[in-house]
């Protein structure tokens, strides 16, 4: 089921342990990960769940209190920022406001004194790879929000790192322009082989992008997966609540066997799922998750193997797609359905009766 | 869709009548800086119209002949003792502006990088020598530099020298030392606000890119805060030219500047259309120098990134 990542496996960073702490907050507690070499890594969270201060860290503008971390083998406690195999594109871009673009992408190059037309060459190449080539020439003042983003990712390319940092990139863009560099990253990844780590608070972003996600919460990573697994295998509620709606269930424990871990539900029954990672009993209470978009409205005569009926008491229309709001007898909370519109959904009446179908597969279980 | 397509597409002025014109933002601008305007006219622009219009007369005992004359300025730029005076005070002010700016600029960097929450405390400390007047800055800085004064004091105390240094003060350094001492905060200020408006983070993306400390301050806080720096050598430079008090108290002979000779001519020695002239004279020659500076900073700055 994971979506295996076109990286060659190798350990490119190694995060061991890493706590920081600024006086009484601390920011990083006991952070452990492992990125691969060609990855792109995802560092998904809210604001002030820690993922910029480890993305310093990696840079080097910071130093752990507590931890190692080591970049394609290396130990990097000793390495100053200037000397690591890291680069970074900046929040703000930082596009160095006395310098053409060109000047800009050459920045880091100047100090390597290449020789022959080299470093002309190599800027050629990454203004290129951005779609600069013909911008060269002009002022750092001079470019909209889109093309900044472009001359800060062609200054980091340019000194081929082993590792490049993004530090939300594209949230200073407009949707459409953001959409449309999630998959000019994405691509550009693909076509350079270097391992990104891409900071961001927006969760289709890092779903649509990244090959792993590590999702953090005050200061720890709550998980990593891949996104398909982290979006449908969420390991706790505030990991589900966070990737999107999820309608959460109360359940009891009635069993467990090892992998798999059997639940007790008013209205979906007895559901048996596989016990996910990190899943920790407490008590005999456990809480069940479906995703809204995983119940379906069974129209007329539909019939299906697994299916609950309740009452629609609410109704939200988004165009492509309605929200319904339906109660079902003994559930504390009403369940959240996405239906598209194709089937008439957003016709549905409020206090109609209502039949929904779900896949048990589709059931997640959540310690709570 | 390509990248040029993104180009932010500027704004485009609306061309209309002429209530479109009165109503528009440069119409407001003006309005708005009207009053400064008008204070600005009658009291810079009057004066120098009033200046200038009395070095192309001629002064004979008690009345002005007010036929066009070039006479002075042939005086102004040929006597010897005029000239003489007018490079010395050049000289003395772009030591005391270079001077000044370079000692600020360290004091400035200080507050800025590493004021942390104590900038105002910082700033505030600087200004405190302002709580006294002028001349009594100068006086001291008699204490300090006289035969008998602190300075040569110390350096016999210390056996540096055997007798007193008699050259210490009544000189051009003396001069020098004053002013730089007097002009300090003047400089710290505009370069501490330059340095304030340096994007932390463009220094950071230096060091990404592999600047060390040296380097990341020559191609990026320096060049960045050379408007600060510009702008503090300028507003040293240019009132220092024409300082008086300053030379007349511990300059002696040698520090003699042009300011007390266009004194002379505009007090006892009654001439003040030579006066004016000298005046006009020192003014196209020190904005000529301001300029030169200027473009000699830029250039320098362009030639280290």
Known sequence: ?368 | MTAASEASVAAETPSGGRHALLRSDRAKGLALISPTFVYTLIFLLAPIVVVVVHSFWTQTYLTIDRTFTLENYKTALTEPIYRDLLVRSLYISLTVSVATALFAYPIAYYISFYGAQRKSLWLFLITIPFWTGYLLRVMAWKVILGYNGVLNEALMGLGITSQPVSELLYSTNAVIITLIHAWAVFAVLPIFVSLEKVDRTLIEAATDLGDGAVRRFLRITLPLSMPGVIGAILIVMIPTVGDYVTPKLVGGTEGVMIANAIEAQFGRAQNWPLGAALSVTTMIVVSLMAGACVLLLRGLVRLVR
């Not at chain 1, 779609?131 to 900044?148: C, D, F, I, T, V």
């Not at chain 1, 990712?153 to 990139?169: G, I, N, Q, S, Y």
């Not at chain 1, 979006?231 to 109360?250: E, H, K, T």
């Open chain 1, 1 to 368: 089921m994971p979506e295996t990542p076109r990286s060659s496996g190798e350990t490119m960073i190694d995060i061991a342990n890493v706590t920081r702490r600024f006086g009484p907050i601390t920011a990083l507690d006991t952070v452990s990960a492992k990125i691969r070499e060609g990855e792109f890594f995802s560092l998904l969270g809210p604001s002030g769940c820690g993922k910029t201060t480890l993305l310093r860290l990696l840079a080097g503008f910071d130093q752990p209190t507590e931890g190692t971390i080591a970049i394609g083998g290396q130990a990097m406690a000793d390495i100053p920022a200037n000397r690591r195999p890291t680069n970074m594109v900046f929040q703000s871009y930082a596009i160095f406001p006395h310098m053409n673009v060109a000047e800009n992408v050459a920045y880091g190059l100047k100090r390597l004194r290449l020789g022959g037309g080299e470093e002309k060459r190599r800027v050629e190449e990454a203004l290129g790879q951005v779609q600069l080539g013909h911008l060269g020439k002009r002022r750092a003042n001079e470019l909209s929000g889109g093309q900044r983003q472009r001359v800060a990712l062609a200054r980091a390319l340019v000194m081929r790192p082993k590792v490049l940092l993004l530090d939300e990139p594209l949230s200073a863009l407009d949707k459409k322009l953001r959409e449309q560099m999630q998959v000019e990253l994405r691509h550009l990844q693909k076509a350079v082989g270097i391992t990104f780590i891409l900071v961001t608070h927006d969760q289709y972003e890092a779903l649509a992008m990244s090959d792993r996600i590590a999702v953090m919460f005050d200061g720890r990573i709550a998980q990593i997966a891949a996104p398909k697994d982290i979006y449908q295998r969420p390991v706790s509620r505030q990991v589900a609540d966070f990737l999107g709606g999820m309608n959460f269930i109360a359940a009891d424990i009635v069993g467990e066997d090892g992998s798999e871990v059997c639940l007790e539900t008013v209205g979906f029954g007895r559901v048996t799922t596989e016990r996910p990672p990190g899943f920790v009993v407490k008590g005999r209470s456990a809480t069940l998750g479906i995703r809204p978009e995983r119940l379906r409205v069974l129209w007329d005569d539909d019939t299906s193997e697994h299916e609950i009926a309740g009452t629609v008491v609410d109704r939200h229309y988004f165009g492509e797609i309605t929200h319904l709001i339906v109660e079902i007898p003994g559930l504390q909370q009403p369940l959240s359905v996405i239906e598209t519109n194709d089937f008439g959904a957003d016709d549905i009446p409020v206090g109609s009766p209502i039949r929904l179908a779900y896949d048990p597969e589709a059931l997640v279980a959540m310690g709570d």
